[in-house]
């Protein structure tokens, strides 16, 4: 069933700030801002939360998108990338080392490139603590997926049997 999901359409996170969120993502990062929806009501609910949603388009036609909700509770901090961030991906190293180099320049402190074997990242914050990554593949990208691909299920069960040991007080 999942094979009719072609893609992400977008992914919506809150935003401290319209205009700063939008600085920061056509100006800073390139990407154009596509639409802004604006309402006094939640969809679905009726309650009166004013708040606009800026969608901004990426080069293969998904979008990230960003609430502004002034109403809204919520703390704008940076969160670790274990619990969540957004990986855009550049076209080769070359690219991703440029940006690095230029989110650096532009004072927004980038750091990487960090190699995960099948792609190299470099890793920052947008200005309301989202962790955002840019990544390349590297040539043998899909032979590495899919030789990890016939091991996947196998690791998760491991990794399963060894959360329930050490929760347990068991050496590993």
């Known amino acids: 069933m999942g094979d009719n999901l072609k893609g992400i359409h977008h992914s919506a996170y ?5 205009e700063e969120t939008r ?3 056509e100006d800073r990062l390139g990407l154009p801002l596509a639409a802004v929806v604006q309402e006094d009501h939640e969809p679905g609910t009726g309650t009166y939360n004013p708040f606009v949603h800026l969608f901004f388009r990426m080069a293969d036609g998904n979008f990230i ?23 855009f991906e550049a076209e080769d190293e070359a690219t ?15 750091f990487g490139p960090i190699d995960h074997g099948f ?7 947008d200005p309301n603590g989202l962790p955002l990554e840019i ?17 996947a299920r ?9 959360k329930a ?8």
Not at 119 to 125: A, D, I, K, L
Not at 155 to 162: E, G, H, L, P
Not at 165 to 172: C, M, S, V
């Open 119 to 125: 792609v190299q990242s470099v890793y920052f914050y």
């Open 135 to 151: 990544t390349t593949r590297v040539a043998a990208h899909d032979a590495i997926l899919e030789e990890d691909a016939r091991k």
């Open 23 to 25: 600085a920061f993502y």
């Open 96 to 110: 991703l080392l440029a940006w690095r180099d230029r989110l650096n320049a532009e004072g927004v402190p980038c």
């Open 165 to 172: 040991r050490e929760a347990l007080g068991i050496a590993a």
């Open 65 to 87: 998108a960003f609430f502004d909700a002034p109403k809204s509770a919520g703390e704008f901090k940076p969160v670790h990338g274990f619990d969540r961030h957004v990986a």
């Open 154 to 162: 196998a690791m998760i069960n491991a990794w399963t049997a060894r």
């Open 14 to 18: 809150r935003c401290r700030d319209a």
